[in-house]
C-alpha cells in the first residue's frame, strides 16, 4: 500500500500519496511535489493506479464544521468499499489544497489516499481520461431531477479547478451503508471513478465515525499560527476558549428548537442523556454565557478568555463581568476559521454550543485528547 520512494529516508514521507499495484502505468516525477507545501520538494513519489478504484467529490455543503463531518463520515465510507480516497481541495474563494490545511500522510494510516492535484495530474490522463469522466448523482427514487454536477457554486468552481468535465452522468439510489452492493453495481474495472456530486456522508457526522477525527490533524502552518497568536498574546497562561455562535443565520436556525429531540450536532451534549435540546442550548442569552464563563474561571483560575464567535464577542461586556478576577479576553477573528480551530482545541476548558458543527469539531479532538468541553445551557 505503500508509495515506492527511491530513497528509504524519503519512504515515510511518500508514504502519503499512493497505492500499490502491478500495473505498468505509474507515473514518476519529481515536480508533482514541489506545490505540496507539507512534503519534501524533491522527493520521488510514484503513483500506482488502484485496481478497485477511487471516490472523488465535492466537499460542496456549508461551513467548515459541516465540511468536517462530511468528510469523515466520506473517508469511513471509502474504506467500506475499498476504493482510494481523492482527498478534495477545500473551497474558500479558490480550491484549496487538502495539505494546506492537513497531513495527508496521517490520513494515510487510516486508508489509502491520494491529493486530487496528483490525481488528476498523474492517473487522470491515462485512467480517467477526458470523454470518460461520469458523474454520480444520489437521487430519490422517482425524482426526475436530473444529474448536475457542476451547476452553481462552489460546484462549478470545484471541478473547473481540477480541469474535469463530464461526459456521461449515473443516478444511484444506494446508501452508502450498501457495501456490497455499491461493489456489486459499480465495481473498480468498469467504474474506475466515483465521482460524486455531494460527499457520500451523511450530516451531522455519526457517532461511529467522531473517532475517524485522530486522522485529520492539522497542518503545520495551521499549527505554527495558532501557536505564535498564543505565544505573542498569552504565552504560558491558562486559558477557558469559548465558542460564541450567535450570528443573523443562527437566530432563525436555532427557532423552534425547543423540545426537538436533535438537531445538526446536538447528539455530542444530548446523546445517552434523554435530554431534549432548548432553545437556551441552541442560542444561549447574554445572561447563560456570563453565567458559565464565571463558572469556569471560578473553577480553573485562568486570567485569559478566547472567544470564537461568527458575530459578537461579548469582549467588554464578559471582561466588566469578570472584573473581580481580572480576566483578559482575547478575539482574533481569523480570515480562515481554522486558526480559531486551532486556538480552541489547546484551551484548558472549552465552552462550545451544542448545536454547532464548528464546536462538534473542537469537542472531537479534545476527547481525544483527555480535554474537558461544556456546553452553554447545558453544563
Ligand atoms: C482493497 O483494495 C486493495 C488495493 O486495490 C487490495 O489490495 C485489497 O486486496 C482490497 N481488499 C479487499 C478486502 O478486497
Redesign the pocket.
Known amino acids: 500500500?505503500y508509495t515506492m520512494a527511491y530513497c528509504t529516508i524519503l519512504v515515510l514521507l511518500a508514504i502519503v500519496s499512493t497505492?500499490?499495484?502491478t500495473d505498468s502505468s505509474e507515473s514518476t516525477d519529481q515536480s508533482s511535489v514541489t506545490a505540496n507545501p507539507d512534503t519534501v520538494t524533491n522527493i520521488r513519489q510514484k503513483f500506482t493506479w488502484?485496481?478497485?478504484g477511487y471516490i472523488f467529490f465535492c466537499l460542496c455543503m456549508g461551513r467548515f464544521g459541516n465540511q468536517a463531518d462530511h468528510f469523515l463520515g466520506s473517508l469511513a465510507f471509502a474504506k467500506r468499499i475499498?476504493r482510494?480516497l481523492v482527498l478534495p481541495p477545500f473551497r474558500t474563494y479558490r480550491n484549496v489544497m487538502f495539505t494546506e490545511w492537513f497531513k495527508q500522510e496521517v490520513v494515510a494510516q487510516y486508508h489509502?489516499v491520494i491529493l486530487a492535484e496528483d490525481f488528476m495530474k498523474h492517473l487522470a490522463p491515462k485512467h480517467w481520461p477526458v470523454g470518460h469522466r461520469i458523474g454520480f448523482c444520489w437521487l430519490p427514487q422517482n425524482s426526475d431531477a436530473k444529474c448536475v454536477m457542476k451547476e452553481g457554486n462552489p460546484f462549478g468552481p470545484f471541478w473547473d479547478g481540477l480541469k474535469v468535465d463530464f461526459d456521461d452522468y449515473i443516478i444511484y439510489h444506494l446508501s452508502y451503508y450498501e457495501t456490497e452492493r455499491w461493489n456489486e453495481e459499480y465495481p473498480?474495472d468498469k467504474y474506475p471513478v466515483i465521482a460524486m456530486r455531494g460527499a457520500p456522508a451523511g450530516f451531522p457526522i455519526s457517532p461511529a465515525d467522531r473517532q475517524l477525527q485522530r486522522y485529520l490533524v492539522f497542518s503545520d502552518k495551521i499549527e505554527n499560527d495558532a501557536n505564535s497568536y498564543i505565544s505573542k498574546n498569552f504565552p504560558d497562561q491558562k486559558f477557558v476558549g469559548i465558542h460564541l455562535r450567535n450570528g443573523a443565520d443562527w437566530v432563525n436556525a436555532c427557532k423552534g428548537t425547543e423540545g426537538m429531540r436533535s438537531m445538526m450536532a446536538s447528539t455530542q451534549c444530548l446523546d445517552g442523556t434523554g435530554q431534549r435540546l432548548t432553545h437556551k442550548i441552541c442560542f444561549p442569552p447574554e445572561q447563560e454565557v456570563l453565567r458559565l464563563v464565571k463558572n469556569v474561571i471560578v473553577q480553573t483560575r485562568a486570567k485569559v478568555i478566547f472567544v470564537a464567535t461568527d458575530q459578537n464577542p461579548m469582549t467588554s461586556k464578559i471582561e466588566e463581568h469578570l472584573k473581580k478576577w481580572k480576566v483578559k479576553v482575547y478575539h482574533l477573528d481569523p480570515w480562515l476559521p481554522l486558526d480559531d480551530l486551532a486556538i480552541l482545541i489547546k484551551s484548558d476548558h472549552f465552552i462550545g454550543n451544542c448545536v454547532s458543527s464548528f464546536t462538534a469539531y473542537v469537542k472531537r479532538v479534545r476527547d481525544l485528547e483527555g480535554k474537558p468541553t461544556s456546553f452553554w445551557g447545558f453544563s
Open positions: 500500500m497505492v500499490t499495484g488502484d485496481p478497485n475499498n482510494t489509502r473498480g
